[in-house]
């Protein structure tokens, strides 16, 4: 599951050769597999920050523009503590959001100043990430997106059916990400 998130990830072209990531997420959180791994497979490179230096918003964006980062996964809380120092973003960075909901206002923050901008959906049960989808700037609504390579996501209602799209409805997932 952990190599199908992997290449999943990279088919999206998240990351190249070129690219640098700064790591920010603790080593005990599920989303760092994204930032260790990715890449290693995609031929990048890291830059690993400590745990001081990722709560802190000046010292982010900091190495933000000192290392060239190219890459960066965070929380809609890191993204804000980001913003608050006085980042004006940067077009040649790919924004990965996950981990909280991403509200609307900050992703119409976050559009215009970065090269692009993912929202990231994974529950507990999944490896990581479920589904994701580029967000654009005259996005009105935050959507989930689309379930990654072999990955399947289901609206089912309170009898297991299946429901219209755009209806609500409970969200089932199935496919080699899942946990049995």
Same mark, same amino acid.
């Given at each position: 599951s952990v190599i199908n998130f992997l290449l999943a990830m990279r088919n999206k072209n998240l990351m190249a050769p070129h690219d640098k990531l700064l790591a920010v997420t603790t080593l005990?959180?599920?989303?760092?597999?994204?930032e260790l791994y990715l890449p290693l497979i995609s031929g990048g490179s890291i830059y690993l920050a400590t745990s001081s230096e990722a709560m802190d918003g000046q010292v982010l964006k900091n190495i933000l523009e000192t290392k060239k980062i190219s890459l960066?996964?965070?929380?809609p809380s890191t993204w804000r503590l980001l913003l608050a !120092? =006085?980042?004006?973003?940067?077009?040649s960075l790919k924004i990965l959001c996950g981990?909280?909901?991403? #509200? +609307?206002d900050l992703a119409k923050t976050l559009t215009p100043i970065c090269l692009e901008v993912w929202n990231m959906?994974?529950?507990?049960?999944?490896?990581?990430?479920s589904s994701c989808k580029r967000l654009l700037p005259m996005d009105e609504v935050i959507t989930i997106? !689309? =379930?990654?390579?072999?990955?399947?996501?289901?609206i089912l209602d309170?009898?297991?059916?299946?429901? #219209? +799209?755009?209806?609500?409805g409970e969200?089932?997932?199935g496919g080699i990400g899942l946990a049995k």
């Amino acid at each position: 599951s952990v190599i199908n998130f992997l290449l999943a990830m990279r088919n999206k072209n998240l990351m190249a050769p070129h690219d640098k990531l700064l790591a920010v997420t603790t080593l005990s959180f599920d989303i760092a597999v994204l930032e260790l791994y990715l890449p290693l497979i995609s031929g990048g490179s890291i830059y690993l920050a400590t745990s001081s230096e990722a709560m802190d918003g000046q010292v982010l964006k900091n190495i933000l523009e000192t290392k060239k980062i190219s890459l960066m996964q965070a929380t809609p809380s890191t993204w804000r503590l980001l913003l608050a !120092s =006085g980042w004006k973003g940067d077009k040649s960075l790919k924004i990965l959001c996950g981990g909280e909901a991403f #509200p +609307i206002d900050l992703a119409k923050t976050l559009t215009p100043i970065c090269l692009e901008v993912w929202n990231m959906y994974g529950p507990t049960e999944t490896t990581v990430w479920s589904s994701c989808k580029r967000l654009l700037p005259m996005d009105e609504v935050i959507t989930i997106g !689309s =379930g990654i390579d072999n990955t399947l996501l289901y609206i089912l209602d309170e009898n297991h059916k299946h429901r #219209p +799209i755009g209806a609500s409805g409970e969200l089932f997932i199935g496919g080699i990400g899942l946990a049995k």
